[in-house]
Antibody
Framework: EVQLVESGGGLVQPGGSLRLSCEAS????????MDWVRQAPGKGLEWVSAISGSGDNTFHADSVKGRFTISRDNSRNTLYLQMNSLTAEDTAIYYCAKDDNVDAPRAYFDYWGQGTLVTVSS | EIVLTQSPGTLSLSPGERATLSCRASQSISSNYLAWYQQKPGQAPRLLIYVASSRATGVPDRFSGSGSGTDFTLTINRLEPEDFGVYYCQQYGSLMLTFGGGTKVEIK
């Protein structure tokens, strides 16, 4: 059974940093690209970042480019999102999602974690 | 960036009725790489349809997807109580993935 478990969310001040983690199980982690998708309170879904199965290729939405970095550790079956220079507009539930193939970012998401809430506020 | 516009914003229907949800793209989606997701309150999205018309594993056959190019439709035949929620379309034909704003299917 595929499982994705996010952690690392919480309250952070504007301008601060946070690192999210997503621990994966139930599939061969390195064989699939992975993504982060976020959802602001009461709003729709927004794609944030993608990384290929090998970790060699990464992609970020324009809204987070230069501030967020996606990475992965295939030996630990773990996906990360390093978030810097956070603003109130980054407040959201952050979901990690498994792609349907090894390449990024052109993929749909066949499994999702339950999400971790990031709140940016003073 | 491909903008996806979903309509209607809200659909009020009774169990047993048919729901027809629309997703229109600002430009043609390569290879009809369009997916549909269902999200219920407090839950993560769930994949329903990919490449416009293929049902994901375990999805009941009352859900069907159709369309190509810029116009896509999700149809839910014979609505069940568990089908109420918000539905999102997503395109993955370009490097920048985008989602539609969602259609809420509520009980009439």
């Amino acid at each position: 059974e595929v499982q994705l478990v996010e952690s690392g969310g919480g309250l952070v001040q504007p301008g601060g940093s946070l690192r999210l983690s997503c621990e994966a199980s139930g599939f061969t982690f390195s064989s699939y690209a992975m993504d982060w998708v976020r959802q602001a309170p009461g709003k729709g879904l927004e794609w944030v970042s993608a990384i290929s199965g090998s970790g060699d290729n990464t992609f970020h939405a324009d809204s987070v480019k230069g501030r967020f970095t996606i990475s992965r550790d295939n030996s630990r079956n773990t996906l990360y999102l390093q978030m810097n220079s956070l603003t109130a507009e980054d407040t959201a539930i952050y979901y990690c999602a498994k792609d349907d193939n090894v390449d990024a970012p052109r993929a749909y998401f066949d499994y999702w974690g339950q999400g971790t809430l990031v709140t940016v506020s003073s | 960036e491909i903008v996806l516009t979903q309509s209607p914003g809200t659909l009020s229907l009774s169990p047993g009725e048919r729901a027809t949800l629309s997703c229109r793209a600002s430009q043609s989606i390569s290879s009809n790489y369009l997916a549909w997701y269902q999200q219920k309150p407090g839950q993560a999205p769930r994949l329903l349809i990919y490449v416009a018309s293929s049902r994901a594993t375990g999805v009941p056959d009352r859900f069907s997807g159709s369309g190509s190019g810029t116009d896509f439709t999700l149809t839910i035949n014979r609505l069940e109580p568990e089908d109420f929620g918000v539905y999102y379309c997503q395109q993955y034909g370009s490097l920048m993935l985008t989602f539609g704003g969602g259609t809420k299917v509520e009980i009439k």
